[in-house]
């Protein structure tokens, strides 16, 4: 079917058989399924089966510019699922989490939390994260070759962040990092691990969260220079303390699962794109386009989470019914539907691509620009240290992280 | 050739993204208060169009618009 030119104006909506398929949270290594772009440029909003994967049962998945950003920038497109939903989330709804929030909470909670990331603040971290990344380089050097770069490296990094944020005083950061190590992947999109495993990382992560509760009240009774102490400061009374813990869990976990993966994937990129890479080395200045490259690139967070239309929605001549499920594929979006990118390569002079990989609207990522410092102070200190990394396995034994939310490696044996 | 344009900037949309600011800093600032959207110069001349249209269309929240000297207004929809 070709692709409707007339979104929106028509009278009746577009009625389209489901296609059943997987594209949106499929990958090979870190390109795309082929059948993504197709879908893209053939059904841009349609149903989808997918038996057995994030949601068992019909939903919409959208993959076109249009589509995404008009249901991503429409608040009516929930995050909670109303009573209608006849496909539910995952479960229990985290208190603090503010991808779990709607307005009016929503916008209490993330009015507290912008200020924090503004990019003066974000930039005064810099020296501090510099530091950071050469002393996890040290470790990775001085280990030897080959080493991990996922476990000393591209996770220690946003740890250690996410630490200094909140106030975690450093004896406590290993004991943290064991139990967010220990409780990863308790998200996994299909039922791939047994349940022994299951309770393992459900013990561990409620550990993580446990330590959360606990500082936070350390910190409404000494209030430090951190982050949550600021916001105990300057909003004690509007927010609880199950909101604060919950606010410290996701900030440190999003940063961990987000950063860390890009950390490893970044590199592993360049390397699989030797002219890129040999680029970026006789050309430092480039870093911030190909930062911006690689994000859009790899959109490590495929897909949005999961949206319900609050109400009977019109998106692109189609009609969302009440309680109905969107996925947001942003990969898709990134790596074939952007106007600014008529050709799909990695190009790290690329300059404003427009893409969407930290989504779109109202919950368009809070840690974005702390996100990209990262990134921008990092991967320079890693190929500056090595510049003649090589992933040290042949590519068929890199493992991929495909059943999480969040794309990444396991691990990632490099040599130098 | 671009028109000389007007900015304006929703502070009550606005998401605090950053994104205007870390690309065009000459026109655009952010609060430390409260994190969003701050303009430095509302009329930043024609040379600039191009790269504002950009930021207008990227921002997550449609908080900038740009009217343009003859007040048709360039909103991003």
Known sequence: MAPDAEHGRREEPLMSK????????RRNGIEPPP??????????LVQVEAEGLLFSGRHWLATGYDEVRAIL????FKMLPPAQAKLGGGGQVEVGNLLQYDPPDHTRLRKMLTPEFTLRRIRRLEPFVAEIAEDCLDALESAGQPGDLVRTFAVPIPGLVGCALLGVPRDDAADLARNFNASRAVANFGNRIDDRERERQRAAGN?????????VRQKRRTPGDDLLSMLIRDHGADITDEELTGTAATLMGSGIENVGGMLALAPLALLQYPDQLALLLDRPELIDRAVEELIRYLSSVPNSIPRYAGENLRVGGHLIKTGELVMCSLLAVNRSQLPGVPRDTLDITRENSGHMAFGHGI???LGASLARMELRIGLPALLRRFPKLRVAVPP?????????PNY???ELPVAW | MEMEMEIRV???????????????PDVFDQSDDDGKVLLRTAEPGADAAQAVRGVVTRCPTGAITVRARDAQEVRDA
């Open chain 1, 35 to 44: 059948e993504l772009a197709r879908i893209s440029a053939e059904t841009p």
């Open chain 1, 408 to 410: 990444g490696v396991d």
């Open chain 1, 73 to 76: 920038g429409d608040n009516r």
């Open chain 1, 18 to 25: 489901p296609i059943n398929t997987a594209a949106h949270i």
């Open chain 1, 207 to 215: 550990a993580f969260v446990t330590y959360m509760r606990r500082l």
């Open chain 1, 396 to 404: 068929e034994e890199i493992r991929f992280r495909t059943w999480t």
């Open chain 2, 10 to 24: 929703d502070r009550d949309r606005c998401a605090g993204s950053s994104l205007c600011v870390s690309y065009l």
């Open chain 1, 363 to 365: 919950h368009h990522c």
